[in-house]
């Protein structure tokens, strides 16, 4: 059974750093896309960063409002999405979900929550 749990997330200041992690479980580390997703308070949820497979390159995408600021990467001996995120800025507030597609089946994880005041 595919499982995605995520963790990381907290409060921080506009400018701070913080790196979300994604476990994986269910499926054979380093394959398929994974994507960051998050959700602010009253809005629909938004796509944020996406890595291919390893076997693909792991390369990246990034949604424009987070490019030069959020890295995301693999580490496949944990099964592991991170999502490195610095400079943060108050609109980057949301719950940050990781995503996967297995067998035309879409899984979510559970969200963390990243909040970003002074």
């Known amino acids: 059974q595919v499982q995605l749990v995520e963790s990381g997330g907290g409060l921080v200041q506009p400018g701070g750093s913080l790196t979300l992690s994604c476990v994986g479980s269910?499926?054979?580390?380093?394959?398929?896309?994974m994507s960051w997703y998050r959700q602010a308070p009253g809005k629909a949820r938004e796509w944020v960063a996406v890595?291919?497979?390893?076997?693909?390159?792991?390369?990246?995408l990034y949604t424009d409002s987070v490019k030069g600021r959020f890295t995301i990467s693999r580490d496949d001996a944990r099964n592991t999405v991170h999502l490195q995120m610095k400079n943060l800025k108050p609109e980057d507030t949301a719950v940050y979900y990781c995503?996967?597609?297995?067998?035309?089946?879409?899984?979510w994880g559970q969200g963390t929550q990243v909040t970003v005041s002074s």
């Open positions: 269910g499926f054979t580390s380093g394959t398929g896309v």
């Open positions: 890595i291919s497979p390893t076997s693909a390159g792991a390369n990246t």
């Open positions: 995503r996967t597609v297995r067998d035309t089946i879409i899984y």
